[in-house]
């Protein structure tokens, strides 16, 4: 899930998390954030808005973690100890409501940062931690050299030529197909987490609802759709969101999630290169969304569903997102959803929301889901914006005890997900 930030402030904030890795993608400048306070500013007039936003572009020692789109949203703003005095003093005299959320930001990065190089050496791969994308990829090709039901998939190289590895899994050929799409944006790990982590219950799970479902369709899965970017947050910079393609000496990458040619930078996008946004300077310019398109674009007719899984804000989102128009299955998709997120909370009471993009969360266009959808003909397409909700601020640190919560819920939601859209007809004519 996006959060819209100063293009140039996110440089300064990617620097924070340059220490996962012994080998580095490329040379950086390592930075520590100590005694980084961070606050949450929620203005109540339109005046007040205007005053915080304009701070965004005013100080290179405020960092904008999320930006409020409207009267009564939030800012989560980082603020250097050498400005703490001005900041605080700005928000008092115009009477703007601010709280302090975290004294030091530092701290959690260090936390998982020893966390990870601790439960590394044991070299196990489960669900109880993250892992590399050298470790899904060898769980990967294990998974299929053990079961002949898994069929390795090559999607194409990244821009570092990184493959787009995936798998296949069936039980037969003739059944509709389901695409999971997993780590479009690189700094979401919960996200190839919870995508390994369906997988490994298809494969596995004896539950016989797990094996009516992983039974009835095939399922293509790529649980690391921008592996360049992933690496990276390991090896240097831990918030890193976008691809790794240079755009002029100091900008890199684009967002893999505005770059479809659906729509696209219609609406959500930015044309700055530095931008977490950035749509890219023509649809289709990064090579990871051109070659899983293209992957995609093979099996015309044959998938039933596209789900993509991102992070965070408990949110399970349909198209569109480049209008507030709706679908013309709009209510299919919205009574779908409704029963798919009460089925998640049953287990551990995870309350999430739902709608189509555009008026659930923002306008954003140009996203895998919406192309799916428009371009491919993928009438149950979905995103879901997997934990924790809205309310945290550093939600893309996701401590490692959800991930199986997380992956069990998701999973229960997923069989509501397909079995109601089953029940309307939607994979009759797929196989």
Known sequence: MVRLTS?????????VLAAFGVLALQAAELARYDNYRLYRVTPHSEEQLRAVAAMEQASDSLIFLETARKVGD????????????????????????????????????????????????????????????????????????????????????????????GVKLSYGEGRPGVFLEGGIHAREWISPATVTYILNELVNSEDQKVRALAEKFDWYVFPNA?????????????????????????????????????HWAEQGTSNNACSDTYAGPEAFSEVETRSLAAFVEKLRGKLGAYLAFHSYSQLLLFPYGHTGDHSPNHQDLNEIAEATVTSLAKRYGTQYKYGNVYDAI?????????????????????????RPDGNAWNGFVL?????????????????????????????????
């Open 362 to 386: 923002y306008p954003a266009s140009g996203s895998s889901v919406d192309w799916s959808y428009g371009v491919q003909d993928v009438k149950i397409a979905y995103t879901y914006e997997l």
């Open 7 to 15: 293009a140039t402030r996110w440089v300064q904030v990617m620097a």
């Open 74 to 165: 939030r800012f989560d703003i980082v603020v250097a100890p050498h400005k703490l005095a001005d900041f605080t003093e700005t928000l008092e005299a115009e009477y703007i409501p601010h709280q302090l959320i975290e004294e030091n930001v530092q701290r959690s990065f260090d936390e998982e940062r020893a966390r990870l190089t601790n439960r590394r050496t044991k070299g196990a791969f489960d669900w109880n931690d993250y892992h590399t994308l050298e470790e899904i990829h060898a769980w990967l090709d294990k998974l299929a050299s053990e079961h002949k039901e898994v069929e390795l998939l090559d999607a194409g190289r990244s821009h570092q030529n990184r493959t787009l590895k």
């Open 399 to 431: 401590p490692p005890n959800e991930i199986v919560p997380t992956g069990e819920e998701t999973l229960d939601s997923l069989i509501t997900l397909l079995e109601e859209s089953s029940a309307r007809g939607y994979y009759d004519a797929k196989n």
């Open 226 to 262: 921008n592996p360049d970017g992933y690496a990276y947050t390991f090896q240097v910079n831990r918030l890193w969101r976008k691809t790794r393609k240079a755009y002029g000496p100091f900008c890199y990458g684009a967002d893999p999630n505005r770059n479809w040619d659906f």
